[in-house]
Every structure is written in C-alpha cells, then in structure tokens.
C-alpha cells in the first residue's frame, strides 16, 4: 500500500504563484514517475506535469514555462511550483505515482486531490 498526501491548495489571484506538495509513503521500492493531473468543473481530467525517475519532465502546452515540476528523490515528494497562475488553471489537482513495491509488485497510487482556484 502507498499513501499520497498532498498539499498546498488554495485561492489565488490571477498572476499569483502557489506550490504543490506531494509526498509518498508506504511500501516502496522504486518510483517510476510522479505525476499531477487536474480536473475542472465538466471537463476530463488531464495530465499537467511529470517527472521520470531520471529527472526527464514533461508539461501540458496550456502550462509550459509557467510550471515546474520537480523532486525530492530521499523524501518521495514531488512539487509542483505554479507561477502566472489563470483563472482556466482553477481545477481540483491530483498527485499520482508509479512504481513498484518492496515486493516487486506495481503500483499506481493518487492522491485525495486538492483545489486550486484563480479569481480576483
């Protein structure tokens, strides 16, 4: 079993900043990648953010070069750091991590989501 506890949410004005925590716990042997998705109000939800066990990292067009994710690798925490924020970014956001337990089995965990709204 792998937790997810996540961080960080909130309100903020258009072009404020918020940062996103999320750290693992639990049987863990080795994580594959940790990732953020977020969901709106009537829409899918979608992926955000990633980040590779390697450091390689990947972005949603919609977020790119106003998001930044990144990891502790000792802790099992991943962040995601949100600067310019828009209102289209309110959304509820979720963690989500893959990888394998100290029994060798996968895993593919999410977090309990937490809100982020952008309005003045």
């Known amino acids: 079993q792998v937790q997810l506890v996540e961080s960080g949410g909130g309100l903020v004005q258009p072009g404020g900043s918020l940062r996103l925590s999320c750290a693992a716990s639990g049987s863990i042997r080795t994580i594959n990648a940790m990732n953020w998705y977020r969901q709106a109000p009537g829409k899918q939800r979608e992926l955000v953010a990633a980040?590779?066990?390697?450091?390689?990292?990947n972005y949603a067009d919609s977020v790119k070069g106003r998001f930044t994710v990144s990891r502790d690798g000792n802790r099992n925490t991943v962040y995601l750091q949100m600067n310019s924020l828009k209102p289209e970014d309110t959304a509820v956001y979720y963690c989500n991590v893959v990888g394998r337990s100290r029994v060798y089995r996968p895993f593919d965990s999410w977090g309990q989501g937490t809100q982020v709204t952008v309005s003045s």
């Open positions: 980040i590779t066990d390697g450091g390689s990292t």
